[in-house]
């Protein structure tokens, strides 16, 4: 099984912007699409973006488009979530997750099989 670990979180300014990180154990990622999600205080776990390591192609929920972007790096096993322009709002604990949903279940969380430990952003006004 892949292990995912999280990195980037912190606190950031409204307007400001963040890198998150997902590294695999292995290499056995490309086999998988990458997923983000998060969490924020009280509320459900929610979808963000997930990419394709074979292919390529990426997937982003509404809410974020514009302002998130999802891509890979092969050399470091990481899958970046890049986000821009911080709104109080995306204060969360974001996730990663490695699965192989198809197009239909890739907001899905059960269609993830491993996940990471979490990073928490918090964005303050």
């Known amino acids: 099984q892949v292990q995912l670990v999280e990195s980037g979180g912190g606190f950031v300014q409204v307007g400001g912007s963040l890198r998150l990180s997902c590294t695999a154990s292995?290499?056995?990622?490309?086999?998988?699409?990458v997923g983000w999600f998060r969490q924020a205080p009280g509320k459900e776990r929610e979808f963000v973006a997930a990419?394709?390591?074979?292919?390529?192609?990426?997937y982003s929920a509404d809410s974020v488009k514009g302002r998130f972007s999802i891509s890979k790096n092969y050399a470091n096993r990481a899958t970046y979530l890049q986000i821009d322009n911080l709104r109080p709002e995306d204060t969360a604990v974001y996730y990663c997750?490695?699965?192989?949903?198809?197009?239909?279940?890739?907001?899905?969380?059960?269609?993830?099989?491993?996940w990471g430990q979490g990073t928490q952003v918090t964005v303050s006004s």
């Open positions: 990419i394709r390591w074979s292919g390529g192609n990426t």
């Open positions: 997750a490695a699965g192989r949903p198809i197009m239909s279940t890739v907001a899905t969380e059960r269609a993830y099989y491993y």
């Open positions: 292995d290499g056995s990622v490309t086999s998988y699409t």
